[in-house]
DNA sequence: ACCTACACTATTTTT
DNA sequence: TAGTGTAGGT
C-alpha cells in the first residue's frame, strides 16, 4: 500500500488513444458503444445508470481489469463496494477470470466488510481495541429492550422495536445522541428518555467493545472526520473506488466515499501550515482518487432502511463534471417483459425517462392467473413449473417471488405434495437461530470479554441453576471491584451465593479460560487454523451444551444438535479459507455474511424468494405470485412518504428477473393471521398493456362465475383462452370485507398433512390416490421423507408423488 | 430457579 | 395463526 509503487500512468486522462491496440482490446469485444465507454472513460467520476438487465457487471469488472491490465493501478489500489457478499465473490471471481492472479490484494467487499477491515487496523484510535465484536441487529435488540426496560420507557409508548429503528435512522443520518438532542424537543418526556436511551445505547456499545451494523459505517466516517491524517492514508492508497447499487446507499454510506475522494491532504491543511512552513507542500497537489459509481433510480428498493435515492439522482451535482453513460439496451428479457416493466414504472413521476429496449424479439406472452386462494395459485405455480420442467427447463432457471416471508408456507406445501424441488433462499437465518447465537456468544465471551451481553447470555446456558438472582450478583460485585463481569467469574467464591452455585460458576470460567488458551495465543504467537473450531468443541462440550440438548426429549433438539456440528463445520472451512483467521475474523465474518449458504445447492431445485431479495439475480421463468392490492403495494407502504412508488419499483425489479417466460399470479381470497380476507388485484396489474398479458384465469372470471368452475388444474379450458377476456372493468368494484364466508373457495389443505412415512412400496404395486384414482408403481427414488414414487395411473397418466405426504393407500 | 399455562400482540423488506 | 412474554405455581 505503499505509493512509492504508484504504477506508470498509461492512459492519460483525456489524451485520445492514439493508433494502435489497446492493451484492453480483448475487454471490449461484445460491448456496444456505451458499456464501451463506461469500460474505457477515465476520469474524476463516472456515474453508469444501468436499467436492468443492461450488463453492468461485465462492464464494471471489465473496467477493473482494463485499470489493472493497463497498469494505471496497483490490485490494492482498487475499492470495489458491492451490496452483498455474494455478489462481491463473483465479481472477484470474474475480474480474475479476465486477468488471472493480478486480481489478488483488491478490496472488493459490501461497505461493511470494508469498514470493518478499516476499523480493525485503526479501533485503538478512539476507545476500542482490535478484539471488538459487532452486533447484529438481534443483538442490538436485546441490549435496547433492556435498557427500555430499565427506564420503564414503555409507559412513554417507547418499543424496543421502535426505538431501535429511530436509533438506526439517525446514524444512517451521522446523528448521534448529542446532536439528535439539539434539535429535539425535550419538553416531551418520551423525546428525553428516548435521547437516554439512544445516550447509553452507544456508551454500552463502546463499553462491550462492540459496533453496530450502522456504526461500522458511522464510525468510520467519524474517523476520517476526526483524524485527517488517517483518512488521508486511505485516500492515497483507494486511488479507484467503484460503488455498485449505488441508488441503495444511505447517507453514512455516502459520506464515507465522499471523505474518500476528496484530495489527499486537503483538509489537513490547517495542521500543515501552522508552523509556517507547508509541512506537506508536495502533497497539495495530489489528486482526488477516481469515483465510479453504478446503479438505477428505479431498482431503489431499501428506502426504508435509510437509502437515499438522491445519491444516484444528485450525483452530478455533488461531482461537478462527472460524466454519465446510459445503459438501457437490455440482454436478459424478452421486449414483452420489458413493455410491462417499462409501462409499470412509467407511472412512477418523479423519474428520469428511461426505456429498456432489447433485439430479441417480443417473446412469449406474460402469463397471468387468478386464484381462489392461496393454495389454489400455489397450485398454478406448482403445475406449470412442472409444464416447463418437461418442456425442458431446469428447475434452477425457475423462481418464485413474494412480497412478504409468510406468504412462502403455502407455496411450500404444495410444492411439497406435488414434489417439486425447491429451496428457500434467505429465510433460513441459520445464524439467528438460538441455539447458533449461544454458541456464538460463548465466542465472544472468549475473543471480547468486555462484551458482557454475551457473557449474560451463556452464564445460565445450559442451566446451570444461575437466575437472576447470581447475576445481579455477580454484576454488583464487578461494579465495586471496577473488573469485567466476564473477570468477576473468575472469583465465584467471593460472591455471596451457594456453594452448588459457585461451583458452576467456576466451572464455566474454568471451559472460558481453557477455551482462551487453545484460541488466544499470547502475542506475536500465530494459533493454529484449527483453533476457531477445536475452541468451539470445547467451549460445547465442556460447558455441557450439547450434553444438555442431546438429554433433553424435545425432539427439536436433536436438530440443534446437528446445527451445532454444521457451525462447527463452518469454522473449520473458515480455516481452510483463512489460515490466518483468527476468532475475531471468525465472529465477524459470520455477523456480516447472512446468506452463507447461498453458495451451495440451489442447482436442481426452483428457488423461492422475497422480492428484495431478488435483485440483482435472473431466471428463465420467473413467478410473480401475490399480485395483489395490500401485498405489493403492502398495506404499510401506504402511509409512508413514498412508499408505494418504492414498491412499485420492487415490482419492476421481480418483473425485470425473467429472461423469457413471466407469469403474474394472485389469490382472490388470503388467510392471514388466521382470517380469511378477500384480495383485490394490484394496481400495478393495470399499468401493464392489456396485450401484453395472457390470462389463463383472469380476476374476471374467478369473480363473475363463481368458485364452482375452473381449478388450477383444469383452468386451461377453452374459456380462459382469448385475450379478450381481459378483467377490466370486474376490477374495481370488488368490494372490500374484513372476513367473508367464501370458504367455498378456500380450497384449503386440511391442516395437518398426512404421514405415510413409512410405507413401503416397490415397482409393480397398485396404489388408490385420493384424487388419481388407481395406479401402478413404476419405480421409487429418494430417501427416507423424501422417497418419490413416478406412478402410472389408469385415468390420469404418470405422476411423481412424495410418499410421505400423498394422499394414497397401498392396495 | 424452573416450568407451565395462558394471554397477548404483532404481523415488510435486511447488509 | 404463531410466537413471545408474563404470572403463578411447584
Not at 396485450?691 to 375452473?710: M, Y
Not at 405415510?756 to 427416507?784: F, K, Q, S
Request: with cysteine.
Amino acid at each position: 500500500m505503499t505509493d512509492s509503487s504508484a504504477p506508470l500512468i498509461v492512459g492519460s486522462d483525456r489524451g485520445p488513444q492514439a493508433s494502435g491496440v489497446r492493451p484492453d482490446e480483448d475487454l471490449l469485444t461484445g460491448l456496444n458503444p456505451p458499456q464501451r465507454e463506461a469500460v474505457i472513460y477515465r476520469g474524476p467520476a463516472l456515474l453508469i445508470v444501468a436499467g436492468a438487465g443492461s450488463g453492468k457487471t461485465s462492464v464494471l469488472t471489465r473496467r477493473i481489469a482494463s485499470l489493472l491490465r493497463g497498469r494505471e493501478a496497483w490490485p490494492s489500489q482498487i475499492l470495489a463496494i458491492t451490496f452483498t457478499n455474494k455478489a462481491a465473490g463473483e465479481m472477484r471471481e470474474r475480474v480474475s477470470h479476465l486477468i488471472g492472479d493480478r486480481a489478488q490484494g483488491m478490496w472488493i467487499s459490501t461497505f461493511h466488510s470494508a469498514c470493518v477491515r478499516i476499523l480493525r487496523r485503526e479501533a485503538e484510535q478512539f476507545g476500542f481495541t482490535k478484539a471488538f465484536t459487532i452486533y447484529d441487529s438481534g443483538d442490538s435488540r436485546a441490549l435496547i429492550k433492556r435498557l427500555v426496560k430499565e427506564h420503564e420507557a414503555d409507559s412513554f409508548g417507547l418499543t424496543p422495536a421502535g426505538v431501535q429503528s429511530r436509533i438506526s435512522k439517525l446514524k444512517n443520518e451521522l446523528a448521534d445522541a448529542e446532536s439528535y438532542a439539539r434539535q429535539a424537543n425535550l419538553s416531551d418526556p418520551a423525546e428525553r428518555i428516548f435521547v437516554d436511551l439512544f445516550t447509553e445505547y452507544q456508551r454500552a456499545l463502546q463499553k462491550a467493545n462492540a459496533f453496530d451494523f450502522d456504526d461500522l459505517i458511522g464510525q468510520v466516517v467519524y474517523l476520517f472526520r476526526a483524524f485527517p491524517h488517517i483518512a488521508d492514508v486511505y485516500r492515497r492508497r483507494f486511488r479507484h473506488i467503484l460503488v455498485d447499487e449505488y441508488q441503495d446507499t444511505n447517507h453514512a454510506q455516502y459520506a464515507l466515499i465522499h471523505e474518500l475522494t476528496r484530495p489527499p491532504g486537503s483538509d489537513s491543511g490547517p495542521v500543515a501550515s501552522s508552523g509556517g512552513m507547508m509541512i506537506f507542500d508536495d502533497r497539495e497537489t495530489e489528486e482526488a482518487s477516481s469515483l465510479t459509481v453504478v446503479g438505477d433510480s428505479d431498482q431503489s428498493i431499501y428506502a426504508f432502511r435509510g437509502a437515499d435515492i438522491r445519491n444516484i439522482t444528485e450525483f452530478e451535482r455533488d461531482y461537478p463534471g462527472a460524466k454519465v453513460v446510459l445503459l438501457e439496451q437490455n440482454y436478459r428479457s424478452t421486449q414483452n417483459i420489458l413493455s410491462a416493466a417499462n409501462a409499470v414504472i412509467s407511472n412512477n413521476f418523479d423519474r428520469k425517462d428511461k426505456k429498456l429496449w432489447t433485439d430479441v424479439g417480443e417473446g412469449e406472452k406474460i402469463v397471468g392467473f387468478t386464484g381462489y386462494s392461496q393454495h389454489d395459485e400455489a397450485q398454478f405455480v406448482a403445475d406449470e413449473v412442472e409444464v416447463l420442467r418437461r418442456a425442458g427447463t431446469d428447475y434452477s432457471e425457475m423462481a418464485v417471488f413474494y412480497r412478504t416471508n409468510s406468504q412462502s408456507r403455502a407455496l411450500e406445501e404444495i410444492f411439497i405434495r406435488s414434489a417439486v424441488p425447491y429451496k428457500i433462499m434467505g429465510g433460513t437465518k441459520f445464524y439467528e437461530r438460538a441455539e447458533i447465537k449461544d454458541a456464538l456468544a460463548y465466542l465472544v465471551a472468549v475473543a471480547n470479554p468486555a462484551d458482557e451481553m454475551a457473557v449474560r447470555r451463556i452464564l445460565n446456558k445450559p442451566r446451570r441453576g444461575i437466575g437472576d438472582v447470581t447475576e445481579t450478583a455477580i454484576a454488583r460485585y464487578a461494579a465495586d471491584e471496577g473488573i469485567t463481569f466476564r473477570d468477576a467469574l473468575a472469583n465465584s467464591s467471593a460472591l455471596g451465593v451457594g456453594p452448588k452455585i459457585q461451583a458452576a460458576i467456576a466451572q464455566l470460567d474454568a471451559v472460558l479460560a481453557e477455551a482462551s488458551d487453545i484460541m488466544l495465543p499470547a502475542t506475536g504467537e500465530l494459533a493454529p487454523s484449527t483453533s476457531v473450531a477445536d475452541g468451539l468443541q470445547v467451549l460445547l462440550g465442556k460447558s455441557g451444551y450439547t450434553d444438555a440438548l442431546r438429554a433433553s426429549r424435545d425432539p427439536q433438539d436433536e436438530a440443534r444438535v446437528e446445527n451445532l456440528d454444521e457451525l462447527v463445520a463452518v469454522a473449520r472451512e473458515f480455516a481452510r479459507n483463512n489460515p490466518e483467521g483468527t476468532v475475531i475474523d471468525f465472529l465477524a465474518e459470520v455477523a456480516l455474511v447472512s446468506d452463507a449458504d447461498d453458495l451451495e445447492d440451489a442447482s436442481g431445485s426452483v428457488s423461492l424468494m422475497t422480492m428484495h431479495t431478488a435483485k440483482g439475480l435472473e431466471y428463465d421463468a420467473v413467478f410473480v405470485t401475490g399480485v395483489e392490492e395490500d401485498l405489493i403495494p403492502h398495506r404499510i407502504s401506504a402511509n409512508e412518504p413514498g412508499g408505494p412508488q418504492e414498491e412499485r419499483r420492487l415490482f419492476y425489479v421481480g418483473v425485470t428477473r425473467a429472461r423469457k417466460r413471466l407469469y403474474l399470479s394472485l389469490a382472490m381470497t388470503r388467510a392471514q393471521f388466521g382470517e380469511v380476507t378477500v384480495a383485490m388485484p394490484s394496481r400495478f396489474l393495470q399499468e401493464i398493456p392489456s396485450d401484453l398479458v395472457h390470462w389463463r384465469q383472469s380476476p374476471g372470471d374467478v369473480n363473475s362465475r363463481g368458485g364452482t368452475r375452473s381449478r388450477a388444474l383444469n383452468a386451461r379450458g377453452p374459456g380462459a383462452q382469448s385475450g379478450g377476456s381481459r378483467y377490466g372493468d370486474d376490477l374495481v368494484p370488488l368490494p372490500r370485507r374484513e372476513s367473508t364466508n367464501l370458504d367455498k373457495f378456500a380450497n384449503r389443505l386440511p391442516a395437518k398433512l398426512r404421514d405415510n412415512g413409512d410405507m413401503e412400496l416397490a415397482p409393480g404395486d397398485r396404489i388408490r390416490h385420493e384424487n388419481y384414482g388407481e395406479g401402478r408403481v413404476d419405480m421409487i427414488t429418494g430417501e427416507g421423507a423424501k422417497r418419490i414414487a413416478y406412478v402410472k395411473f389408469d385415468s390420469h397418466g404418470q405422476k411423481k408423488l412424495l410418499i410421505k405426504v400423498a394422499p394414497i393407500e397401498k392396495l
